[in-house]
């Protein structure tokens, strides 16, 4: 199987309140071959996170309004504690890096800052969701 193949498997939740970037965002994860739902504010997606829908990847920027993406990612642990998380964030890679693993160690968990290195967020969306 290529890596498209594999991608075209697998699902994505998106998570991104910048409507420009996660626009962008979703069509390069769908360019990837991943199916995407992306949705601007973290209640709307703990709400999909409680259905009966697959997700094999959560993607969320750290900076949300309102319910920020580590509280995202608190909540959405209690509901699929081994579901892998990419974190996106403006700041510096390295910090972010070491505090997300930190808080961060029940399941696979990595991060890319922005604006996004595409080279880059295919490499890491393939590591954490294959």
Same mark, same amino acid.
């Given at each position: 199987?290529?890596?498209?193949?594999?991608? =075209?498997?697998?699902?994505?939740?998106?998570?991104?309140?910048?409507?420009?970037?996660?626009?962008?965002?979703?069509?390069?994860?769908?360019?990837?071959?991943? @199916?995407? @739902?992306?949705?601007?504010?973290?209640?709307?997606?703990?709400?999909?996170?409680?259905?009966?829908? $697959?997700?094999?990847?959560?993607?969320?920027?750290?900076?949300?309004?309102?319910?920020?993406?580590?509280?995202?990612?608190?909540?959405?642990?209690?509901?699929?504690?081994?579901?892998?998380?990419?974190?996106?964030?403006?700041?510096?890679?390295?910090?972010?890096?070491?505090?997300? $693993?930190? $808080?961060?160690? =029940?399941?696979?968990?990595?991060?890319?800052?922005?604006?996004?290195?595409?080279?880059?967020?295919?490499?890491?969306?393939?590591?954490?969701?294959?």
């Amino acid at each position: 199987m290529t890596e498209t193949t594999c991608a =075209a498997t697998k699902t994505i939740l998106l998570v991104e309140d910048d409507d420009v970037v996660r626009q962008l965002t979703a069509e390069v994860l769908g360019e990837f071959g991943y @199916h995407v @739902h992306a949705l601007r504010d973290g209640p709307s997606a703990l709400e999909l996170l409680r259905s009966e829908q $697959r997700f094999d990847l959560l993607m969320s920027d750290i900076g949300l309004p309102g319910m920020d993406g580590r509280e995202l990612v608190a909540a959405a642990r209690l509901l699929r504690p081994t579901l892998p998380v990419l974190f996106a964030s403006g700041y510096n890679e390295r910090e972010l890096l070491e505090e997300v $693993r930190a $808080r961060d160690s =029940a399941a696979a968990t990595n991060s890319i800052v922005k604006p996004y290195d595409f080279k880059l967020l295919g490499q890491r969306l393939s590591e954490l969701a294959g």
